[in-house]
């Protein structure tokens, strides 16, 4: 008997990747679902790339949600979520949650807005995600943005700039609801800062007033994560708060937000 998942194996580790795997699913056309199948538990989505996955997907591949977010295709994943959101926190593969797959920071955070336990537990090893994810990508930074609400814009700007550039290493995390006087949302907030490289903080006159912006800069320096400042304004240097002490504060350029994260 063939076995489908070593056929694929194989094609990915030619040379022309693609063409092989179409000349396999030509002379195999059941394989999109077979894999549709073997992948359904979130086990082994680590092993095969996005555009690999895709192809197959395209061709009858089935995508559970532990699958989407190992792959992280947040299309998907926001699809499955919508249709179901007790998804969120399905047990999958040895209990693993979707959570446990999260390719991404950018899947992690989709997960997480859609009330993904982060403190869930696999049957195998007893390890939450964060735990589970450890080496899965060392070579993609997550970078924490800490903003006041006013200056939302700064924020999305910046994510704007890093979609224009090719081949960034790094994912950007936030807080999307400002609410920092609730116990799960500082408990979430310092998992994810402590899950990410670095932080930057976005500083304007609306910095100091602003407890969620005010409370993140505080636990990433509590936690020893590297954090930089960023003026938002040209006039807001005389603005710097308290809490960022010693921490250094520069002009927001692209070169110098990239040559932050590059130290990172």
């Not at 680590?46 to 009858?60: C, M, S, T």
């Not at 693993?96 to 955070?109: I, S």
């Not at 589970?132 to 999305?156: L, S």
């Amino acid at each position: 008997m063939v076995d489908l998942r070593d056929l694929v194996q194989k094609a990915l580790q030619s040379n022309a990747p693609m063409t092989a795997l179409e000349a396999v699913v030509h002379d195999h056309p059941d394989l999109p679902e077979a894999i549709g199948k073997s992948w359904a538990d979130g086990f082994g989505t680590d092993q095969i790339p996005p555009p690999i996955a895709r192809f197959l997907v395209d061709r009858g591949a089935k995508l559970s949600v532990h699958a989407a977010a190992g792959f992280g295709f947040t299309d998907s994943l926001a699809d499955l979520l919508h249709g179901d959101p007790m998804l969120v926190n399905a047990k999958g593969g040895d209990g693993c949650t979707p959570l446990h797959f999260a390719r991404d920071v950018a899947t992690a955070q989709l997960l997480l807005d859609q009330g993904a336990d982060i403190d869930s537990r696999d049957e195998d090893h007893d390890s939450t995600p964060a735990q589970w994810r450890v080496g899965k990508a060392p070579e993609v930074k997550g970078v924490f943005i800490a903003f006041a609400v006013e200056d939302k814009f700064a924020r999305d700007n910046l994510v704007y700039q890093a979609k224009r550039q090719n081949n960034v290493p790094f994912d950007f995390v936030d807080m999307s609801v400002k609410e920092p006087w609730d116990s799960k949302w500082k408990t979430d907030g310092r998992t994810r800062i402590c899950g990410c490289d670095g932080v930057i903080a976005f500083i304007s006159r609306n910095t100091a007033t602003a407890d969620g912006a005010v409370w993140e800069i505080k636990c990433a320096k509590e936690e020893g994560v590297p954090i930089k400042g960023f003026w938002v304004h040209a006039d807001d240097p005389c603005c710097k708060p308290a809490v960022l002490g010693s921490t250094p504060v520069v002009y927001w350029t692209w070169d110098n937000i990239s040559n932050f994260i590059d130290s990172l």
